[in-house]
């Protein structure tokens, strides 16, 4: 099957696929990559805290969602679990590509 249809939506790109009885979505983020690179930047020349806080984590939503496979608690809805969950990440190896300051 190739691509029939693409569309970019809020920052997403959907790719639609026909066959004779089924359409298929494909969703991606195309910025990912980009949203690395400007971490990576943001690290080097760190933002003062804000008036709401320290902005700590950038991400897009698929790698969002692919972190919540790692610790499932960040969709909990209990807000004491979740705020346990994203402290447990942010202290893991794998948040280093997420952040915006070096020490967190």
Same mark, same amino acid.
């Given at each position: 099957?190739?691509?029939?249809?693409?569309?970019?939506? @809020?920052?997403?790109? /959907?790719?639609?696929?026909?066959? &004779?009885?089924?359409?298929?979505?494909? /969703? $991606?983020?195309?910025? $990912?990559?980009?949203?690395?690179?400007?971490?990576?930047?943001?690290?080097?020349?760190?933002?003062? @805290?804000?008036? /709401?806080?320290?902005?700590?984590?950038? *991400?897009?939503?698929? &790698?969002? *969602?692919?972190?919540?496979?790692? =610790? +499932? @608690?960040? @969709?909990?809805?209990?807000?004491?679990?979740?705020?346990?969950?994203?402290?447990? =990440?942010?202290? &893991? $190896?794998? $948040?280093? +590509?997420?952040?915006?300051?070096?020490?967190?």
């Amino acid at each position: 099957m190739a691509i029939d249809h693409k569309e970019l939506v @809020d920052g997403y790109l /959907l790719e639609y696929e026909w066959d &004779d009885m089924r359409v298929t979505r494909r /969703l $991606s983020q195309p910025g $990912s990559d980009r949203t690395l690179e400007n971490n990576a930047q943001l690290r080097k020349d760190p933002l003062p @805290d804000g008036e /709401l806080g320290r902005w700590a984590l950038s *991400m897009n939503e698929l &790698d969002r *969602m692919l972190i919540a496979t790692w =610790f +499932p @608690d960040i @969709d909990s809805l209990d807000g004491e679990l979740r705020h346990k969950a994203w402290r447990k =990440f942010m202290a &893991d $190896s794998r $948040s280093q +590509p997420y952040r915006v300051r070096e020490h967190i």
